[in-house]
Nanobody, 126 residues
Framework: QVQLEESGGDSVQAGGSLRLSCSVS???????IGWFRQRPGSEREAVAA?????????NNPAMKGRFRVSQDKDRNMVYLLQLNNLEPEDTAMYYC???????????????????WGQGTQVTVSS
């Protein structure tokens, strides 16, 4: 059974940083790990994705280069999302999700992600 668990969400002031973690278990093949967020009153949107080998990364340009996805070098099957220069508009629930192959179509298509975590809340105050 594939499970994903996010952690690291918090309340911060504008301009601050957070590092979110996604711990993945139960995967028996390669996959893409995607980070998504859902702001109040909005649809869930893709933030970034990385393959489980850590070799391929996609970023949503709408995040203006402030967020960085990576593989945790010290912990197996843990994927990080570094959030820098946070703005109040970044307030959202952040989710990680796993997308097994095949990988046709855009990396950002949320319907291609089969397994989802419960989310971690990020709140940014002005």
């Amino acid at each position: 059974q594939v499970q994903l668990e996010e952690s690291g969400g918090d309340s911060v002031q504008a301009g601050g940083s957070l590092r979110l973690s996604c711990s993945v278990s139960g995967l028996i093949s390669s996959a893409f790990i995607g980070w998504f967020r859902q702001r109040p009153g909005s649809e869930r949107e893709a933030v970034a994705a990385i393959n489980t080998a850590g070799a391929t990364i996609y970023n949503n340009p709408a995040m203006k280069g402030r967020f960085r996805v990576s593989q945790d070098k010290d912990r197996n099957m843990v994927y990080l999302l570094q959030l820098n220069n946070l703005e109040p508009e970044d307030t959202a629930m952040y989710y990680c999700a796993a997308r097994p192959p095949p990988y046709g179509g855009s990396w950002a298509l949320r319907e291609k992600y089969v397994y989802w975590g419960q989310g971690t809340q990020v709140t940014v105050s002005s």
